[in-house]
């Protein structure tokens, strides 16, 4: 972290850069992280607001702290220069950037399909609708307004607005056009 902190581009975070940093050995990091691309997915894991628990309530409810919680992530990359120059670094390096969606994106991903399995199942989705595709029109809207358009507002209430306005055409019972 002190290294991001102080401005240290990710091409010039080593290993042994890093353990010296820390004023530990290179191995005591080896013990731990089997390289410099886990270790960055851990920092940037910690800077991060956690993951969020689900009420389980509703698959409205448990689609809204999904999206409030991206939302928050925006909100906190946008205030944080650390987690703004690291993802914005990370984009350039494939091996740390595998690692990230592997490690912290995938599972997110499942999460948000997850939800939407149940609704499907208990009946508040459309059996007709394509989880994978429904998932991206949700978690869109809130990725573009974080990442592709950082002057975009981020506002309290997004993230119901966005699952409402989605959930008004994916509903059970909602008109079905062919």
Known sequence: MKLLEDGVPLAELSIERIARTAG???ATIYRRWSGKEELFVDVLRAAEPEDPE???????DDLVV??????????ASRAS???HNAHTQMKSSPKIWAAYSACVIAPRRRMGLEVLRRGQLNGELRADIDL???????VGPMLIRSVLRPEADLPEGLSEQIV???????????????
């Not at 994978?132 to 949700?138: Q, S, T, V």
Request: a positive charge; one cysteine or more; proline letters at 4%.
């Open 24 to 26: 530990v050995g290179k």
């Open 54 to 60: 689900l009420p389980g309530t509703s698959m409205r």
């Open 164 to 178: 409402d306005a989605v959930l008004t055409g994916l509903r059970a019972g909602g008109p079905c056009r062919s």
């Open 81 to 83: 220069a650390i987690l």
């Open 66 to 75: 999904l999206l409030e919680s991206l939302r928050q992530r925006g909100v």
């Open 132 to 138: 994978e595709l429904a998932n991206d029109m949700f």
